[in-house]
């Protein structure tokens, strides 16, 4: 299954050689949501394998970026416990200037918070709804 995905290319971090045969590099998208009129902003921490790991050289950190990526899982089982991964392999980074791709629709991303960078907050400025519910009740954006 491939996903993209629009945002603030936050931070890029070095190459990591894993084991002799694999190497990663990640990296951080500061993504916006507006639901109900108001901006979330999340971090999506992403990686890049192999020979992938070059493409995001070409970009400075606080760009516009799109990225194609897929979803990986693993499961491993240490001392009878079993433990689940998730990675956000991404195959693709563009600038989000380019053509947009399938399902871009040419509206502009929401404009991020900007609130000083005050990171204290753990993750975005959640203060901005106080009335805030997250149940799917409270978003109507059925067509009909």
Sequence with gaps: MSLE???KLLVKYDT??????FKKREFVLELAEEINGNIYTNFAKMQLVQ???DIIDRFKEGDQVRVSFNIKGNK???DGKVNYITNLDAWRVEAASAAPG???GGQPAPAYNNNGGNSSQGGG???AAPNF????ETIDDLPF
Excluded: A, D, I, L
């Design 5 to 7: 995905v629009t945002g």
């Design 16 to 21: 990591q050689q894993v084991s002799e045969k």
């Design 51 to 53: 020979n992938k790991c």
């Design 125 to 127: 400025n959640y203060n």
């Design 102 to 104: 399938n399902g871009g």
């Design 76 to 78: 491993w089982e240490r």
């Design 133 to 136: 519910n997250p149940s799917p």
